[in-house]
């Protein structure tokens, strides 16, 4: 997997230590998204060398922002790293990590974000969503993806270093699948060949953190640690309100079609198609002649923007035979790579999160799942939210607190004991000390954010 050209190796990261010093803000007018943007692209040469490999280094072209809000003052400084990894077909690849350094970091704490970006176009990555620069760009402008910043501050804000892997890679591939565990995986081993950079510890604990899209990412990646990544050692993953798809791909398409998240169908055929030529064009001739622009539009826009496009559609009814569609994803998903529920995690504890009326997670599957993996061996910490007022993508920041503790715990100890544990918990809204993490206006927006989706 990896002919490591040594010298070359050690070269970009002493020359990565000058990219340190902040650069000034630019004009985000000229910040290109990522498809047009050559930092981006694969080196020819990135066979040669290991998964984790820093390739390419830089500071972030533009401010990060969110809902308004700057964040560049909570930084001491921000890079973002190229670095090589492993596709979905197993060829050598790309794809970027952010690092955001506090001003009161503790280097020996390292916290890997995963963002569910749920959309099939590379310009919906984290690293380019984040970014001020990105709202320059209506259908790329993502209010999902930014939301993660808001996670992300639950974490910076106790001095943990936060990554955040792009982990769709370079063809964004969604659903992702072993390419985004080993994206996490390998984004883990860039920051700790950063530290001349970063100064991370190179006995750093690391924990691990996503919801939704980002947390079967981050599953996934525990999954696959003892096989792809031995020499990590995870202290604890905290994940929450996984895929939908992660479960049963039949019964998750048949509640998305006609409903306010029919988008994820589209993304999810292209996404799931990135990989397979022949299935891609499967694709195309198995819809309808007079839907294909519109179906492929999806490739052009991130979540928000393609929400709206395919509000409450019916799909299904785009195809000559709805059956081709389910038939087309089921082939793509049945990769050598692909992974069975049968894979219990059994490496790392877990803190599970999950709200019980959740419009887009059947949670009596994800309970019966929790159950056969804690029988076969996993440590899973599983949290059930009861209350009925909230939503699928609200409880991500309702239950970012409690992630956020069990995380502390785990960095202490404290998740070291066998078993598992099962928690019931109603929590109506915020809890205060998180949102007053934030400035008012932002506060009042988070609560509409909560109580609406």
């Not at 320059?136 to 910043?149: G, M, R």
């Amino acid at each position: 997997m990896a002919r490591l050209a040594r010298l070359c190796a050690v070269s970009i990261v002493v020359a990565a230590a000058s990219a340190l010093r902040p650069a000034p803000e630019q004009n985000k007018s000229t910040v290109a998204p990522p498809s047009r943007d050559p930092f981006y692209e694969t080196p020819d040469w990135a066979h040669t060398v290991k998964p984790g490999t820093i390739l390419k280094q830089r500071n972030l072209p533009s401010g990060l922002a969110a809902f308004g809000q700057s964040f560049d003052k909570h930084f001491q400084y921000t890079q973002q790293i190229l670095y090589r990894t492993t596709g979905e077909d197993g060829s050598a690849s790309a794809t970027i990590l952010t690092v955001l350094v506090p001003h009161n970091a503790d280097y020996s704490k390292v916290v890997s974000l995963q963002v569910a970006e749920d959309t099939a176009s590379i310009d919906c990555a984290p690293s380019f969503g984040f970014l001020a620069a990105s709202a320059d760009y209506p259908a790329l402008d993502a209010p999902t993806v930014k939301v993660h910043l808001l996670l992300a501050q639950a974490a910076f804000s106790r001095g943990w270093i936060v990554v955040i892997p792009d982990t769709a890679g370079p063809k964004a591939v969604y659903p992702t699948g072993t390419s985004a565990a080993y994206a996490v995986l390998d984004g883990l081993r860039a920051a700790f060949h950063s530290a001349p950079m970063t100064n991370i510890s190179s006995n750093a604990s690391v924990g691990l953190w996503g919801y939704s899209g980002g947390g079967s990412e981050t599953l996934d990646a525990v999954r696959v640690l003892p096989s792809y990544a031995p020499e990590l050692h995870i202290t604890g993953a905290a994940i929450g309100g996984i895929s939908p798809f992660y479960t049963d791909l039949a019964d998750a398409i048949a509640v998305l079609n006609k409903g306010p998240a029919a988008n994820l169908i589209p993304v999810a055929l292209l996404g799931g198609t990135a990989y397979r030529p022949d299935l891609r064009e499967a694709l195309e001739k198995a819809l309808k002649p007079e839907f294909r622009k519109h179906f492929f539009s999806a490739l052009h826009q991130c979540h928000d923007a393609n929400k709206k496009t395919f509000y409450n559609d019916d799909i299904l009814s785009m195809f000559t035979d709805p059956q081709s569609a389910i038939s087309i994803f089921s082939n793509a998903s049945m990769s050598p790579q692909a992974l069975s529920t049968d894979m219990a995690p059994k490496t790392t504890p877990i803190y599970w999160y999950q709200l019980e009326e959740d419009h887009l997670v059947d949670s009596s599957k994800i309970i019966q799942l929790v159950k056969k993996w804690c029988a076969a061996g996993s440590h899973i910490d599983f949290q059930l939210e009861t209350y009925s007022g909230l939503k699928h993508a609200g409880y991500g920041l309702v239950g970012a607190p409690s992630a956020v503790r069990w995380l502390a715990g785990a960095f202490e100890g404290r998740a070291e004991r066998g078993g598992c544990s099962n928690k019931t918990v109603s929590t109506p809204q915020i809890e205060p000390h998180y949102s007053n993490m934030f400035p008012k206006q932002l506060q009042a927006n988070m609560k509409l954010f909560v109580s609406r989706v």
